[in-house]
């Protein structure tokens, strides 16, 4: 099986461009931003070659640039919840 392009990025790859945004903000090269997370910056070429990584190279790069992942309610499914639509 082979993976086919879409039109949309993937999560991880939509997570490292806020990530290097935040980088690049405070003036990081790729380089410097991999040397604070504790990472080789071939990581983070493979992250923006591929669009994937793992959970835990994610965090290691947002921690770096003092981005944290938080898991938030989907209202509107929480709405549909609470009317009992769902389930």
């Given at each position: ?25 405070r003036g990081w090269s790729q380089s410097a931003l991999a040397e604070r ?11 923006k070659r591929t669009g994937r990584a793992d959970l835990d190279t994610l ?29």
């Amino acid at each position: 099986m082979t993976d086919t392009p879409t039109d949309s990025p993937s999560v991880a790859a939509t997570l490292m461009a806020q990530i290097l945004a935040q980088a690049r903000a405070r003036g990081w090269s790729q380089s410097a931003l991999a040397e604070r997370a504790g990472l080789p910056d071939s990581s983070i070429s493979r992250i923006k070659r591929t669009g994937r990584a793992d959970l835990d190279t994610l965090a290691r790069l947002a921690a770096a640039v003092g981005l944290r992942f938080t898991l938030v309610p989907d209202h509107d499914y929480a709405e549909k919840i609470s009317r009992g639509e769902l389930f």
